[in-house]
């Protein structure tokens, strides 16, 4: 066989290895290490906490009533725009569906699969019913043990919204999960 032909041989081999570990790494989505992770997010909660309630409920609150209302709300907001640190365990299965937005996701809540690629994970979540809720949730891999994100979310009901932004970043601890269970 002549150098040529091996030079060309090997190069094809090579090429179809290198197409094949990118269709596999394609596959499984965020090119991260499964294993524990220590997820962070903080935020920012904005609206109208007492005019997330129904408006039939509404009707029956007098205004010191719903004065109150909105006061023990907008203190609830304060504890949702803390800082939260979290275990996680990501598994291969964790990377092919997607993460989970919510760890208690309602019936009336639909998570959908956006992009999934080795850089980037989006996903959807639409709730119907009362509150409605959009959102969004994005993960990007910084490199195989680090991750950054975005939350957005909009939640609708009795005329008024609250939106609330999140931002993420997570690290990798160690390819054993302990006693934290995958999602």
């Known amino acids: 066989m002549s150098a040529i032909?091996?030079?060309?041989?090997t190069l094809a081999l090579s090429l179809t290895g290198a197409a094949a570990q990118n269709a596999q790494a394609a596959s499984i989505g965020?090119?991260?290490k499964t294993g524990l992770w220590e997820m962070t997010s903080t935020g920012k909660t904005k609206g109208r906490p007492a005019a997330m309630l129904p408006a039939e409920v509404l009707k029956h609150l007098s205004p010191s009533q719903r004065s109150q209302m909105n006061s023990v709300m907008s203190e609830g907001m304060k504890h949702a725009?803390?800082?939260?640190v979290s275990k996680k365990c990501v598994t291969e299965k964790t990377l092919k569906r997607g993460f989970k937005l919510d760890d208690?996701?309602?019936?009336?809540?639909?998570?959908?699969?956006?992009?999934?690629?080795?850089?980037?994970?989006?996903m959807r979540l639409h709730?119907?019913?009362t509150p409605r809720a959009d959102g969004s949730y994005r993960m990007e891999a910084?490199?195989?043990?680090?991750?950054r994100g975005i939350m957005t979310m909009k939640v609708k009901s009795g005329g008024g919204y609250v939106t609330m932004n999140r931002?993420?970043?997570?690290?990798?601890?160690?390819?054993?999960?302990?006693?934290v269970k995958p999602d």
């Open 5 to 9: 032909r091996i030079v060309c041989a």
């Open 30 to 32: 965020l090119d991260i």
């Open 81 to 84: 725009d803390k800082k939260r």
């Open 104 to 122: 208690k996701p309602s019936t009336n809540c639909k998570e959908t699969l956006v992009t999934n690629n080795a850089k980037l994970m989006e």
């Open 127 to 129: 709730c119907t019913g």
């Open 142 to 147: 910084v490199g195989h043990e680090e991750v």
């Open 167 to 179: 931002d993420m970043k997570g690290h990798w601890l160690g390819p054993d999960c302990g006693n």
